[in-house]
Nanobody, 121 residues
Framework: QLQASGGGLVQAGDSLRLFCAASGRTFGRYVSWFRQAPGKERDFVAGINWNTVTTYYADSVKGRFTISRDKNTVYLQMGSLKPEDTAVYYC???????????????????WGQGTQVTVSS
C-alpha cells in the first residue's frame, strides 16, 4: 500500500514537496508520480528506478521538479510551480515495469490515494 501526502494550496512560483511512503511492502523496480487535472487523463510526471536511482521526467516539469528517494520514502520536490501544475498527484509503483512503459499508468500495480496540489496565479 502506498500513501501520498504533502499537497496543498500555494502561489505561482512557490515550492512544494510531496511524499510517497510504502507500508507492508517494498516499492519495486520503478516508482513514479502521475497527476490528474479535472477532466483530463492521468499524466506521467516523474519516475525513479529504485535500484539505480536513475530519474525520468515529463518535459513539462524538467528543470522544475526533482524525484528522489531514501530507504522508505519517494519524494517529489516541485519548484517554480505554475497554475497548470494544479492536479491530484498520485504515486505509483511497479515491481516489473520495463523502462519503455514508464509513462503508462496502466503498467503500475500499486497506487497511492492521491494528494491535491493547487497553484494559484
Amino acid at each position: 500500500q502506498l500513501q501520498a501526502s504533502g499537497g496543498g494550496l500555494v502561489q505561482a512560483g512557490d515550492s512544494l514537496r510531496l511524499f510517497c511512503a510504502a507500508s507492508g511492502r517494498t516499492f519495486g523496480r520503478y516508482v513514479s508520480w502521475f497527476r490528474q487535472a479535472p477532466g483530463k487523463e492521468r499524466d506521467f510526471v516523474a519516475g525513479i528506478n529504485w535500484n539505480t536511482v536513475t530519474t525520468y521526467y515529463a518535459d513539462s516539469v524538467k528543470g522544475r521538479f526533482t524525484i528522489s528517494r531514501d530507504k522508505n520514502t519517494v519524494y517529489l520536490q516541485m519548484g517554480s510551480l505554475k497554475p497548470e501544475d494544479t492536479a491530484v498527484y498520485y504515486c505509483a509503483a511497479s515491481p516489473s515495469l520495463i523502462l519503455s512503459t514508464i509513462a503508462i499508468a496502466d503498467g503500475y500495480a500499486y497506487w497511492g490515494q492521491g494528494t491535491q496540489v493547487t497553484v494559484s496565479s
